[in-house]
């Protein structure tokens, strides 16, 4: 399946149309992404959203938190843990990445690049996220709204931390970003741009099968005993 785990969410008109439009395009599974301060408020829209899309596609709410307050962060993924199918930080300060990265309760960093001159990770912050199985995300939207020597390195940033998955075997996923339907590209253009940016077709596809997997194990949270370890019935 095509799962994409970070689309902007914003009102239900527009969900809607993001929804119809990645539909078409091919995706199978979305999240759509609220920070902090519009969480709350979009799990009110959930139902009405549910009965929009029936049979449409599948969907659910990804929190995205915005701080670069370490014990903020903390705060957050603990209070919205059971309320969120995926939890995801944006990164980009070098003590959020690290703080992020070693913290069991979250899901994903996004962005550990964002605003630097490197890629945000090294090999201590690799075998962090590799020991708290958190994915690392690349947006494709960095490379669709950016042009020149600042695409170039994104691009960069982009091969600095496959080198680093290939050598570490950390999750890593593959979202849009995108906040309009303008952003929203078809899964063959958007494995197409993945792999011209270095990436095989191969570690595309497990992309995917990694955003899935967040969303099972979240879905399975309350049963889990220990990691590896699930009570059933």
């Not at 979305?30 to 599948?58: G, H, M």
């Not at 995926?86 to 990445?97: Q, T």
């Not at 964002?114 to 590799?130: I, Q, T, W, Y």
Request: charged share 25%; proline share 1%; glycine share 4%.
């Amino acid at each position: 399946m095509f799962f994409d785990l970070n689309i902007k969410g914003s009102s239900l008109e527009n969900n809607i149309k993001l929804a119809i439009q990645a539909s078409n395009y091919g995706w199978e599974h979305i999240n759509f992404s609220y920070n902090q301060k519009d969480f709350k408020q979009a799990l009110k829209l959930k139902d009405e959203l549910e009965d929009n899309l029936l049979d449409i596609i599948d969907f659910d709410y990804t929190l995205e938190i915005k701080s670069t307050n370490v014990n903020e962060i903390r705060k957050y993924a603990n209070n919205f843990r059971n309320r969120a199918s995926c939890i995801s930080v944006v990164g980009g300060d070098l003590k959020v990445n690290r703080a992020v990265l070693e913290n069991i309760k979250i899901d994903v960093l996004s962005k550990p690049y964002l605003n630097r001159h490197d890629s945000g990770l090294n090999h201590v912050l690799a075998k962090e996220a590799v020991k708290n199985n958190v994915a690392v995300e690349l947006c494709f939207k960095d490379i669709l709204r950016t042009y020149l020597s600042p695409r170039a390195k994104v691009i960069s940033n982009f091969r600095d931390i496959l080198t680093l998955y290939r050598k570490f075997n950390f999750p890593l996923i593959l979202s849009s970003n995108a906040e309009s339907v303008f952003d929203i590209r078809t899964v063959h253009d958007f494995k197409s741009v993945f792999i011209q940016c270095g990436l095989t077709s191969d570690e595309v596809q497990r992309s995917f099968e990694t955003s899935c997997e967040i969303l099972e194990f979240n879905n399975n949270r309350d049963n889990l005993i220990l990691k590896g370890v699930r009570r059933v019935e």
